[in-house]
DNA sequence: CACTCGTTTGAGCGGTCGTTCAATATTAGC
DNA sequence: GCTAATATTGAACGACCGCTCAAACGAGTG
């Protein structure tokens, strides 16, 4: 269980490429089994199930966005590193990444209670970005790039709503909407 | 198949429902079959496939959505009324109503080119929404409630965004987040 | 009431689903 | 190089999927 012969971490990239896609439910296990080229058995010894395995992509997918804010935020100040984060995850989600979608926002839309605990866990990432989001709010404030009289918490909460809505509308428009301006826009009331 | 012995439209509300609540993939037939008390037989004769059955429930909630939005605009000014619906759409999402998604961004989100047309129906729809939104703000751009240099279309397009945003959040954080405000900082650009 | 013809029924089809487990292959320790 | 421990394989399982169709039904007509 603990040492496999496989690189679980590729492994994990890879199934959540194709979960990104398709979704949890659209996703097959024999789907999987072809991507990350494992048989049945080895993935439920690695895994336990195509839950877990989802649950587990979830989280690879939310270290991946909280990696990439980090980095704008180490060489940008706090509004801008936010702005670029939102502006890098609509755009880049046009063309190469698996879906136009947050797949923490795609997931939140698609599960219900039948899945609770990933439903749950979906929600519980959400709010760790969020809280980063807060945390460069407050530095902005602190750096006089934003009205200290705003609550940083109800900044980064329009923020996330921002990006779900961006990323949604990105997908529904087939991307040939005016992204830019939307997000423009977006960022008017704060700037 | 043009006169059926059941009520058709009474069965695509039902339908429209459960979709609503579970989505495409994870509402199987047998389900539909329990809620819109219909054996499959009924149900192929009338829809012709689950894809058929689904995108007439899309339909359904589409020309509701229109009309809630009608009925606004009839009391309200053009401005007024789109805030009204907005906030309808979000708050009410809350309780009774099966997700607390919008269907068709949810649809939009969960589909992928394996259900093509479904998808495709799903973007036209939405596009037919913002179309609305669109001669509401020319409309409040003729009553002078809005700036007469910012595009119409820009716009609708902006607060088509607002309202996908609004919706996956309130899912996303179980209605516990303060909606209201988020609503009144979306507008404050417009206002 | 008998006949007709479109509607409804529901058992059941072929296929795919997530998952299991005995058999096999691979590695590590001596 | 043998053995014990562990990782991997893949055929197969029961359950459920979307869907079909021969048979039963029932409203309208004469």
């Known amino acids: 269980m603990s040492s496999a012969r496989h690189d679980r971490q590729e492994t994990i990239k890879k199934a959540t490429q194709l979960f990104w896609e398709k979704g949890f439910h659209a996703t097959s296990m024999r789907n999987l089994q072809d991507v990350i080229d494992l048989r049945p058995g080895s993935i439920y010894a690695s895994f336990g199930s195509k839950e877990g395995l989802f649950r587990e992509t979830l989280q690879c997918y939310a270290n991946s966005s909280l990696e990439r804010l980090a980095k704008h935020a180490a060489s940008l100040p ?82 996330q709503m921002q990006l779900m809505g961006l990323k949604a509308y990105s997908r529904a428009t087939d991307g040939k909407a005016n992204i830019k301006a939307l997000i423009d826009d977006a960022f008017a009331g704060l700037s």
């Open 78 to 159: 706090p509004l801008d590193a936010l702005k670029a984060f939102i502006t890098e995850s609509v755009s880049t989600a046009k063309g190469s990444s698996p879906s136009d979608m947050c797949m923490l926002a795609k997931t939140v839309a698609e599960l219900t209670q039948d899945n609770a605990e990933l439903l749950a866990e979906a929600k519980r990432l959400l709010k760790t970005i969020e809280v980063a989001f807060t945390e460069l709010a407050a530095k902005a404030q602190q750096q006089g790039a934003l009205d200290k009289d705003k609550d940083p918490q109800r900044i980064a909460s329009f923020l």
